[in-house]
């Protein structure tokens, strides 16, 4: 069975730094690219960042570029968000998302809430 299951959120001050991290298991992870999403309340999800199987490729929502890394290790299977110079607007939920490009599975994770107040 195909899990995700993400840790370290909570609450943080605005300028602060948290590092949010996804476990897989039940899946060959190095074959899956791996992403990040978030949903405000009242909002859609939106695709934070991602990382791709092999490359390693990185992309990131603009709102949260020169932020925010996403980095996984394989050995581990786990990818992770580290994200710095927080502020108010990245309070959300922070989703881990997996999908196998050749085979189109994917899956997600249950989910971590990220709050930035003071």
């Known amino acids: 069975q195909v899990q995700l299951v993400e840790s370290g959120g909570g609450l943080v001050q605005p300028g602060g730094s948290l590092r949010v991290s996804c476990v897989a298991s039940g899946l060959t992870f190095r074959w899956y690219a791996m992403s990040w999403y978030r949903q405000a309340p009242g909002e859609e999800r939106e695709l934070v960042a991602t990382?791709?199987?092999?490359?390693?490729?990185?992309n990131y929502a603009d709102s949260v570029k020169g932020r925010f890394t996403i980095s996984r290790d394989n050995a581990k299977n786990t990818v992770y968000l580290q994200m710095t110079s927080l502020k108010p607007e990245d309070t959300a939920v922070y989703y881990c998302y997996a999908r196998r490009t050749a085979t189109l599975r994917d899956c997600w994770g249950q989910g971590t809430q990220v709050t930035v107040s003071s």
């Open positions: 990382m791709t199987s092999t490359v390693g490729t990185t």
